[in-house]
């Protein structure tokens, strides 16, 4: 629910105040019929163990801070400029769909596996049916979901893990113990929070309207993944919520935890300008823009994004329990992009001296373009081994001991794909902290000192145009066309640009450093015909 006021006071022909106040209220995520579950204490202090809730009650605080004041000033300057500043907070409410993690969870649903202890075999085929699952039993050994009806769960059921986790086991051909992976929401979870400021200038001359602008935004308690058990595979001194005996080996409590938080945070600053309108009388009708921007936080990433050109894209810290080391350009930040667009009636049928069948042919001619070139994507360096007793998922970064020649400088005396600059000994420039002294793991290491998206791929090139002739078949009575048939030959990447993507980025992986996918098509072309009626 949420509603608004808004307001404009003109306090004199150069003095505009806009102001406004919107307030939201966004409940807590909900299932009809209670198929809920979440930890009571995600992070408890140290000495306390945790509980793992059905049907928990609250399942997050509702937030009733949902105030969004904004305000803005304009100014109608001398020399027709014209100045306009202001600022504004933002309600973010949670993603349904990105922080649920209370539905389709433990015990609702399960995905139960099977390890096989040392020297033994598990057959081929060997499954675990629904039918089979264990009984959900509470800590009192009351069996909670008896009747088949979630919403007859008190709320707040404390479910007892340890017996459904070796009831599990015992279903298994060796009973070999397999902890479970469970997901929750924080209770401290709630809405996030945009505060926005601009300052801008506009100025009209001719036919053109320019805008140069300051634009600053900083928001705070967004969701991110956070794991209060260390990754997969963690040590004792990690992984306290899990049971180890004498030689390390798991024998119960808690296993891989996934617990939507809001503790991430980020910011924005950049100048944007922009030139828009009609050169001169009868010139083309442009739409040019630069920005010079830098985007900052500690956990971001494209789907389907950065991946797809090459590089590996994790969400996850290096460090289950640390996020400041994470702190750096966001994954989809761009320093320098400047786009073009102009489109421009070519007017044949002005040329000379023409007749009508001459002028059916000579009239309707348009020239499109778009032109975009943007500075390189940022991306993180990672080592593909796990250094710590932290458990892996993939996220240890390396530290760095020497400084690339990156292809993206300019060098044109190496092959562009090369981009750290020694072929197979790419790696040379980063030592992996493993084999140290107070090192923890099999591998007896510490976390990288390498940040996260220190490096920048290729900058990226891009020029499309388009010939469109529009010509009208036959006319109404009152004098309208009747119809419009329009051909196009639309040209993308004109010049055939190769922009590479990123490199490959993991250092015990295949190919370090060397880029084998492209971040665009080659020159497309393709010609239609269009009928407008």
């Known amino acids: 629910m949420n509603a608004y006021l808004e307001d404009t006071w003109k306090i004199n022909p150069q003095w505009t105040l806009d102001y406004g106040l919107r307030y939201e209220i966004y409940t807590p995520i909900s299932e009809r019929a209670y198929r809920t579950s979440s930890f009571l204490n995600s992070f408890p202090p140290a000495g306390v163990g945790q509980e793992y ?49 209370l539905t389709g969870s433990t015990p609702y649903v399960v995905y139960p596996r099977v390890n096989a202890a040392q020297n033994g075999e598990i057959a081929y085929g060997f499954q675990i049916t629904p039918d089979e699952l264990p009984q959900v039993y509470n800590t009192a050994g009351v069996n909670v979901l008896a009747s088949g009806n979630p919403k007859n769960v008190a709320a707040n059921t404390v ?38 400021w601009t300052l801008g200038l506009e100025r009209a001359f001719g036919g053109l309207t320019a805008d140069v602008g300051y634009v600053g935004t900083s928001a705070f308690r967004l969701p991110r993944m956070s794991y209060p058990n260390a990754y997969p595979g ?58 010079w921007g830098k985007s900052l936080d500690d956990v971001s990433g494209i789907l389907g994004g950065a991946g797809s050109t090459g590089a590996v894209t994790l969400f996850s810290p290096q460090d289950p329990f640390d996020t400041r080391a994470e702190r750096g350009p966001s994954s989809f930040d761009v ?85 750290f600059g020694r072929g197979a000994n790419n790696a040379s420039f980063f030592a992996i902290p493993i084999g ?10 510490r976390f990288g000192t390498l940040g996260r998206n220190t490096f920048r791929g290729p900058a990226y090139y891009d020029f499309d145009f388009a010939l469109i002739k529009t010509t009208p078949i036959g ?51 393709q010609f239609s015909l269009k009928l407008i009626y």
Request: hydrophobic content about 35%; aromatic content about 8%; cysteine-free.
């Open 53 to 101: 809730l059905i049907n928990p009650q609250p399942t997050y605080q509702t937030d009733w801070n949902g105030w969004g004041p904004r305000v803005q000033v304009g100014w109608n300057a001398p020399q027709a400029v014209h100045v306009h500043m202001g600022g504004a907070i933002t309600v973010i409410p949670p993603n349904i769909w990105q922080d649920n993690l």
């Open 436 to 445: 140290i002294a107070g090192g923890t793991g099999a591998n007896s290491g």
């Open 234 to 291: 963690a040590d004792p001194e990690f992984a306290r919520f899990t049971n180890f005996d004498g030689s390390g080996a798991v024998t119960g409590g808690f296993g891989f935890e996934s617990v939507i938080t809001a503790t991430s945070h980020s910011s924005y600053n950049a100048l944007q300008t922009s030139l828009s309108g009609n050169v001169g009388h009868g010139g083309p009708s442009l739409q040019a823009g630069y920005t």
């Open 159 to 196: 479910m007892d893990v340890n017996r459904y986790q070796q009831d599990l086991a015992a279903l298994s051909p060796s009973h070999q113990l397999s902890l479970l992976s469970l997901a929750g929401i924080d209770r401290h979870f709630g809405n996030g929070y945009l505060q926005t």
């Open 475 to 525: 006319h109404r009575e009152s004098g309208l066309e009747r119809a419009d048939l329009q051909f196009r030959a639309e040209l993308f990447n004109l010049f055939n640009i190769v922009n590479l993507g990123l490199p490959a980025n993991t250092i015990e992986g295949t190919g370090f450093g060397m880029i084998s996918k492209t971040a665009g098509t080659s020159r497309q072309i």
């Open 335 to 419: 320093t320098h992009a400047f786009t073009l667009s102009a489109a421009q009636g070519l007017h044949f049928e002005r040329l000379g001296l023409q007749s009508d069948r001459t002028h059916l042919l000579t009239k309707g001619w348009e020239l499109l373009s778009i032109s975009t070139i943007t500075s390189g994507s940022p991306f993180t360096v990672y080592s593909g081994i796990q250094q710590t007793g932290g458990g892996t998922i993939g996220a240890d970064r390396p530290d760095q001991i020497g400084i690339p020649d990156l292809s993206s400088a300019g060098s044109s005396t190496r092959p562009r794909d090369d981009y």
